[in-house]
C-alpha cells in the first residue's frame, strides 16, 4: 500500500517547528500540502502532539555527517534516533526520513512501518554516475513506500542525466534539487520522474534550492501531471521575481491550456540548450521568454530584422517582443527626427532601445559606466558617447533607463546628472516605485515605468504561448 495515495504531484513544504500557534496556522493555510519537520534545525520540539503531528507530516532529524554542515540543534546516536521516531510514528501516524547510510541499523530495528517510511540519499558536492545509480537502486531494494534523492546539481546535463534514472527507476521518489538552478529543477520535479519536490516559506527556507510557497502557488506546482506544455523566462535569478510566472500561469488556469510558464535559472546558454536538445522537453516547449544577462547575446542575433532562426531546433523562429513594445512607446510619446534622446546603459535593452530608435534619425547619446562597451554600442549605432557626469550639460527630449538601476531601489539619477528631459522610459521595475519614477511623477513628467513596458511585451508573449507555438522572446 502505497502511503500517499494522491497521484497529483506532491510539494512538502519544509519548516523549522519553533512556534506552535504559527505551525497550525500554516498547516490550515496550506492544508493541502505535506509537511516536513526538521526538528534537527528547531531549538526545542518536544512540545509537538496530536494537534500538529498527523499523516501529512513528515520527521525528518538528521545527525552532523548527513547536515551538510548546518550546525545541529539535536544530535542523537542512531538508536536513540530510531526509538523516538517510531514511537511517533505508532501514536501519530507520521511519515518518518530515515538516511540511505542507515539502512542496516533500520533492518535491525525492525519497527519502522515501510509504508511510512522515506529512505533518502543526500549528496552537497560531486559524485559519480555510478554511485548516483547504486544510491537509487539501494533505496529501490529496501521497497519502503518512497525514496527521496537531495542532490546538489551542477549544471542542466547533470540534471538530464538523473531525470533518466529517475524515471527509469520503479521508485517513486521526492526529488530536491540544489545548486543555482535548484529552484528551476524542482519545479520541473514531474518531468523529472518524481512523485514530489520540497518546497519552503520566503526568508525561512531549510535548504538549498527551495522555490518559496508564493512561487508554487503562482505556478500551480501541486497539479502539475508532468505532461504540460513548457514555456518560462531564462535568465540569472532575477526571473525567480518575473511578473510573467503569475501572469501567463494564470492566463493558462484561465483558458484551460495544458501548460506552465516557469522560471529557469540558468548560468551558461549553451548548458540549457544542450538539455532541452538531449531531453524530450523540446517536443512539449511551447517557448522561452529571454532576459539579461542572455539578452544581449540573443538581441545580436534577432538585429533589425527582428526574427532568426530558433535556437534549439533550427525550424522555428525568435521575436524580439521588447523591440515591438519599445516602438509602440516612442510613438505614443512623439519621437521624431528633432528629438534628443538620453540612453543610459549598454546592454541588450540598450541596444533594442537603439534599433527601435533608428527609424527616427534623431539625436542619440549613450552614457554608461561601462564606457568600453558604452563606446562600442554608440560607435554601432552611430551615437555619441557622454561620460554620466556630463549629461547635465544638454536638455533631453528622453530618457531610457536601460541599466538594472532601480530593480533593487537604486537611483538611475545618481549616475546620470541630467535632469533636464522632458519624459522617461524607465525599464526596471519591483513592486515599488523606482526612485527614477517619483523623481517623474514630483516634477510631473511623462512616465513610462518598466510594469507598463512588460505588460505591452506581454501582450505579443500571449498570444504566442497561448497558441503553443515554439518560439523564443527577447
Known amino acids: 500500500m502505497k502511503y500517499f495515495k494522491e497521484k497529483q504531484g506532491m510539494i512538502v513544504l519544509s519548516i523549522v517547528p519553533d512556534d506552535k500557534a504559527e505551525l497550525l496556522s500554516l498547516k490550515a493555510q496550506y492544508s493541502g500540502y505535506y509537511f516536513e519537520y526538521r526538528l534537527d534545525l528547531a531549538d526545542n520540539w518536544l512540545w509537538l502532539d496530536g494537534d500538529t503531528v498527523d499523516e501529512q507530516v513528515i520527521l525528518t532529524l538528521r545527525d552532523s555527517a548527513e547536515a ?52 533518502s540519499w543526500h549528496s552537497f558536492g560531486e559524485y ?3 554511485e548516483l545509480a547504486a544510491n537509487i537502486n ?22 538530464a542525466e538523473i531525470c533518466e534514472m529517475v524515471k527509469s527507476s520503479q521508485m517513486e521518489f521526492l526529488a530536491a534539487f540544489m545548486g543555482k538552478s535548484g529552484v528551476s529543477q524542482r519545479c520541473l520535479y514531474r518531468f523529472a520522474g518524481a512523485i514530489g519536490t520540497y518546497a519552503g516559506f520566503k526568508g525561512s527556507e531549510t535548504a538549498d534550492g527551495q522555490p518559496d510557497i508564493e512561487l508554487v502557488e503562482d505556478i500551480g506546482l501541486k497539479g502539475l501531471t508532468g505532461k504540460e506544455n513548457i514555456s518560462g523566462i531564462i535568465g540569472s535569478e532575477q526571473v525567480l521575481r518575473s511578473l510573467g510566472i503569475s ?31 538531449k531531453t524530450k522537453v523540446n517536443k512539449i516547449v511551447s517557448g522561452f521568454s529571454v532576459t539579461m544577462p542572455f539578452k544581449e547575446e540573443l538581441t545580436k542575433l534577432v538585429n533589425k530584422k527582428n526574427r532568426v532562426v530558433n535556437f534549439w531546433n533550427g525550424k522555428e523562429f525568435m521575436m524580439n517582443t521588447d523591440m515591438s513594445a519599445m516602438r509602440e512607446i516612442l510613438e505614443q510619446l512623439g519621437i521624431n527626427s528633432k528629438s534628443i534622446v538620453l540612453v543610459a546603459g549598454s546592454g541588450g535593452s540598450a541596444r533594442t532601445a537603439l534599433n527601435a530608435l533608428a527609424k527616427y534619425k534623431c539625436q542619440i547619446e549613450i552614457s554608461a559606466r561601462n564606457f568600453p562597451e558604452a563606446i562600442a554600442l554608440a560607435k554601432d549605432f ?19 533607463n536601460a541599466t ?6 537604486e537611483n538611475l539619477l545618481d549616475m546620470i546628472k541630467s535632469r533636464k528631459f522632458k519624459a ?15 523623481y517623474c511623477h514630483k516634477k510631473e513628467r511623462k512616465y513610462v515605468s518598466g510594469r507598463d513596458f512588460w505588460q505591452l511585451q506581454a501582450r505579443e508573449q500571449e498570444e ?3 497558441n503553443s507555438n515554439k518560439v523564443t522572446e527577447v
Open 382 to 400: 552611430g551615437s555619441k558617447y557622454v561620460i554620466p557626469e556630463n549629461t547635465n550639460k544638454k536638455d533631453y527630449d528622453l530618457l531610457i
Open 68 to 119: 551538510g554542515g548546518i550546525e545541529q540543534a539535536h544530535i542523537l546516536d542512531i538508536n536513540e534516533k530510531l526509538e523516538l521516531l517510531w514511537d511517533w510514528q505508532k501514536e501519530y501516524g507520521c511519515m518518518i526520513d530515515i538516511e540511505l547510510r542507515n539502512l542496516d541499523a533500520i533492518k535491525e530495528f525492525g519497527k519502522l512501518d515501510k509504508d511510512k517510511l522515506l529512505v
Open 128 to 130: 559519480s554516475k555510478q
Open 247 to 277: 501572469y501567463y500561469n494564470k492566463k493558462f488556469q484561465e483558458h484551460g491550456v495544458d501548460a506552465i510558464y516557469l522560471p529557469f535559472v540558468i548560468e551558461e546558454l549553451s548548458d540549457f540548450v544542450r538539455w532541452v536538445k
Open 138 to 159: 539501494a533505496i529501490e531494494n529496501f521497497s519502503s513506500s518512497y525514496g527521496k534523492i537531495a542532490l546538489n546539481v551542477e549544471n542542466w546535463e547533470q540534471f
Open 404 to 409: 538594472a538601476l532601480g530593480m533593487k531601489g
Open 424 to 438: 522617461a522610459i524607465d525599464l526596471p521595475y519591483n513592486n515599488a516605485d523606482t526612485p527614477l519614477a517619483k
Open 464 to 466: 504566442i504561448f497561448m
